[in-house]
């Protein structure tokens, strides 16, 4: 293959744009397959019909932006939500494609379309590239079913992954603590659309549709209402703050499994008028007016492998605060553009809430260097250049010894 030549890429993924309810792993996987087809390369991707809670997409061969996206039917989209993807005919359709490309891209670790794919990579010897995206920790729930999924399938794919890819030194050690070897572990960020900043937004009739009067001060939550969001521990927070600062607490995305529990929370601290709910976040002028009617986004997450809320916030210039469990946290308070607490401390959140609301001249100017710090580091083109040549140093023989 010459130097130049289109490169041939099958990315496998449970879920596909549309399907934003699932979260920053869609977003990824479709903004470098579109831009890599604009660049000249033929990307298909093989998936499923999951698109959210309640829909899914048709199932069979789609053009989405120039890419041909194959998709298979879920036995059930109920337990697909649930994150158990069960779509009879996938492993029969990866045999029929493999043949035809130089590299896969397999996204997510412990899932049904990763175990089904083992015994076809094994037989064609194809090199693949195995993106996580934040799931490979064994503690964060369903502890027993990813043990003995590590035996029978993911320590395979660990172990025989051309690249193993990090999204941030946080991934990295995970990848190590998992026994693979540093010269096959790769950190590429995510990105964010850096051009988004120019979409029109009319922060006032967001305000108004949702009941939040002008001039009170706004706090943000952006993302999928799930336990480890940890958006309970913001309510706490929030909480303590409300007696000396009379304020609103938006609660923004679709509901993963708690949004009761949280609402209830709310009541049992006598804070329910204080709060939003505003749903599924639909379109990028509805985010961008989550992000520019709060005077604070907050990611209060027991476990984030990255943060895209906190990079989308920081290019809507509006300040952050994270915990220390979120894999920008270091970069957050390397480059002094944002806010970082410990998980569970109420006080220190309290603190640094009070601080965002009460001094905002300090908290804007920060924001203002976070979006230019967003802009240089982490817009998709630079991104995808790292994904061009990781795929083509994989697809060229003579290129794999330049650190895979």
């Given amino acids: 293959m010459a130097d130049d030549s289109p490169l041939h890429i099958l990315s496998v993924t449970p879920y596909y744009s549309p399907a934003w309810a699932y979260g920053g792993p869609v ?34 061969l789609h053009d989405v932006d120039g890419v041909a996206v194959r998709r298979v039917r879920n036995i059930s989209n109920y ?44 037989a064609s010897g194809k090199p693949f590239i195995l993106s996580p995206h934040g799931s490979l920790p064994v503690e964060l729930g369903r502890t027993t079913y990813k043990r003995v999924y590590d035996r029978l399938y993911g320590n395979w794919l660990l172990n025989h992954a051309a690249m193993c ?25 995510n990105g964010i659309d850096v051009d988004v900043i120019k979409e029109r937004v009319v922060v006032d009739a967001f305000k108004k549709k949702h009941g939040i009067p002008e001039g009170i001060p706004v706090i943000g939550y952006l ?60 379109g990028e002028a509805e985010k961008a007016a989550v992000y520019r009617a709060s005077n604070v986004i907050v990611l209060p997450s027991r476990y984030e492998i990255l943060g895209i809320t906190l990079l989308e916030s920081l290019l809507n210039a509006t300040p952050v605060i994270t915990t220390d469990r979120c894999g920008l946290s270091k970069r957050l308070i390397d480059s002094g553009i944002g806010d970082v607490v410990p998980f569970g401390n109420v006080q220190a959140l309290v603190q640094a809430l009070t601080q965002a609301v009460t001094n905002r001249e300090v908290s804007h100017e920060r924001a203002l260097r976070g979006q230019a710090f967003v802009r240089a580091h982490y817009n998709w083109d630079s991104v995808t250049d790292l994904w061009e040549a990781a795929y083509r140093r994989l697809a060229v023989p003579a290129l794999k010894q330049d650190g895979f």
């Fill in 223 to 282: 993302g999928r209402l799930n336990k480890i969001k940890g958006i309970d521990f913001l309510i706490d927070a929030f909480a303590e703050l409300i007696p000396a600062c009379h304020a609103i607490l938006l609660i923004a995305g679709p509901d993963d499994g708690v949004e009761q529990d949280l609402k209830a929370q709310c009541q049992r601290l006598g804070i329910e008028r204080h709060v939003r709910f505003t749903g599924y976040v639909q």
């Fill in 165 to 189: 890819h990090a999204i941030t030194e946080m991934e990295s050690r995970q990848f190590t603590e998992q026994g693979v070897e540093k010269e096959r572990i790769k950190i590429f960020p």
């Fill in 27 to 60: 977003r990824v996987a479709c903004e470098v397959a579109v831009r890599l087809v604009r660049r000249g390369h033929i990307v298909e991707v093989l998936t499923t019909d999951a698109l959210d809670s309640g829909r899914r997409a048709e199932a069979g």
């Fill in 79 to 122: 337990l697909a939500w649930r994150r158990f993807f069960l779509p009879p005919g996938y492993q029969r359709k990866l045999r029929q494609m493999i043949t035809q490309f130089d590299v896969v891209h397999l996204h997510e670790f412990r899932s049904v379309l990763n175990a089904a794919a083992v015994p076809v990579l094994r």
